[in-house]
């Protein structure tokens, strides 16, 4: 089956969760401990495996009251209250957004609740909201490593309630994108600075000598050749790496559905545009993606050149090295490790090519019907000589034209009698109309 956990479907929307045993030991460990760095790779479950400690810990233990969870935009917008609604075991925890305009989250946190879901540009709005009152006894961190940064405003507000907190989780698959010197605020938040000290000037100095310098200005900091094993043994017993040989039963083929849920006013644009079939997703659960794999190549497949112009248009200010699969020489380049992004049509790469050496994650930014191409496409990751676990991350906006796509390919029914049949359900959706079927 498709997907990163076990599932036995009982429902669409209600199914079980039997989960790996990776799995159901992450879950004991962050019961058991109220610190915990979960550094798991995107598509492995983190989720599902959190909110299965959050409800034991809820209704089983009694443990916590109220939980926070932290996460990118999009993430909070749908991820978390997705996942919640999907197995049948997390039906009684009730997850509330915390989204929208200042009434509308002060609204939402006012909500009778058990998990209460913020986007990460909003943590400096809601310290300064209840101030010393601090409210949440556990707070999870989904994607950790955005609060990297000591000077960052929301890692100063933050660190400013971590003594109200009780439990803490970091989630992220990434903990050191830029190297080890980004490790300092994230392990401060979980351990308010016990194991690698209280300041980053302090960390620094025992990890780390200058580099690069200009005067008293110092640029870079290399760290020491004995840092890394040091810097694990300490942090090893509040932090979990899926990536350590003790955990290797994982997939090696993940398949990541990323549901993008649109704003109101899109939703009722996204509706007019698809009556032509035409419809605008900005790339901002893209750049999640990215930032979330930080010095990781990845492969986007996209289906239209408008599509390809829109992804181009929202990276252009990164520093990201960005290519197009046109010749062999970009080949080289990508297996060489000479981008970061590599932009292909699902038909540029049907046959034959060896992409395996450039990455092992792919995202698929508008999907395509043929269920050839696609298989084709992922198989130029997924293939003999790949060293690494496949992730393939699909963007799917909800409630939209892409959804029936996303169906079709998994259930393997790419047929032009599914197309016309989907075609015709959405069209029957944009006019308002049914078939006289309850």
């Known amino acids: 089956v498709p997907g990163q956990d076990r599932r036995i479907r009982t429902e669409r929307h209600d199914m079980k969760f039997v989960p790996h045993n990776y799995q159901r030991y992450c879950i004991n460990r962050m019961i058991t401990d109220p610190v915990l760095g979960l550094f798991l790779d995107m ?21 916590v009251r109220k939980v926070l969870v932290i996460a990118p935009k999009k993430v909070a917008e749908d991820t978390w209250t997705r996942e919640s609604q999907k197995w049948d ?29 913020l986007s990460r540009d909003n943590v400096s709005w809601l310290v300064d909201y209840y101030k010393n009152d601090w409210p949440f006894d556990m707070v999870i961190i989904d994607e950790l490593s955005s609060f990297k940064s000591n000077k960052a405003k929301r890692f100063r507000k933050l660190k400013s309630v971590r003594n109200h907190i009780h439990r803490i989780v970091g989630l992220t698959g990434t903990p050191t ?4 010197e980004d490790l300092w605020a994230q392990i401060y938040l979980l351990d308010e600075g016990k194991r690698l000290g209280k300041t980053l000037t302090g960390y620094r100095d025992n990890y780390f000598t200058p580099g690069a310098r200009n005067g008293n200005v110092i640029y870079e900091y290399n760290p020491r050749t004995w840092a890394d094993e040091e810097i694990n043994e300490r942090i090893k017993d509040i932090c979990i790496s899926m990536k350590a040989e003790d955990y290797l039963e994982l997939p090696e083929r993940i398949d990541n559905v990323r549901h993008i849920k649109l704003p109101d006013k899109a939703k009722k644009q996204y509706e007019e545009l698809e009556k032509t079939m035409i419809a605008d997703i900005d790339g901002e659960a893209l750049k999640e993606i990215i930032d979330a794999n930080a010095g990781k190549g990845i492969l986007v497949f996209y289906n239209f050149k408008h599509d390809k112009a829109r992804i181009q248009k929202a990276l252009k200010k990164s520093k990201l090295r960005i290519g197009e699969l046109k010749n062999p020489d970009s ?6 490790g000479q981008m970061d992004i590599l932009l292909a049509h699902p038909a540029s790469a049907a046959y034959g090519l060896n992409l ?19 298989q084709q496409a992922n198989a130029r990751l997924y293939r003999q000589g790949q060293k690494e676990n496949v992730v393939i991350h699909h963007l799917v906006t909800a409630g939209g034209y892409d959804e029936n796509v996303m169906d079709a390919l998994e259930a393997k029914e790419v047929t032009q009698d599914s197309f016309l049949n989907a075609l015709k359900a ?13």
């Open 356 to 374: 395996q050496a450039g990455g092992h994650i792919i995202v698929w930014f508008g999907l395509n019907w043929s269920l050839e191409l696609y």
């Open 43 to 63: 598509g492995l479950g983190k989720t599902v495996i959190t909110l299965t400690a959050v409800n034991d810990l809820r209704f089983n233990r009694f443990a």
């Open 331 to 336: 080949i080289t380049a990508w297996n060489n």
């Open 177 to 180: 994108p830029n190297g080890l």
């Open 426 to 438: 959405r069209i029957k959706s944009v006019k308002g109309e049914n078939d006289g079927k309850d």
């Open 89 to 117: 075991h997390l039906k009684m925890l009730r997850v509330i957004p915390v989204l929208g305009s200042i009434k509308q989250r002060i609204r939402a946190i006012n909500t009778p609740g058990d998990v209460w879901v």
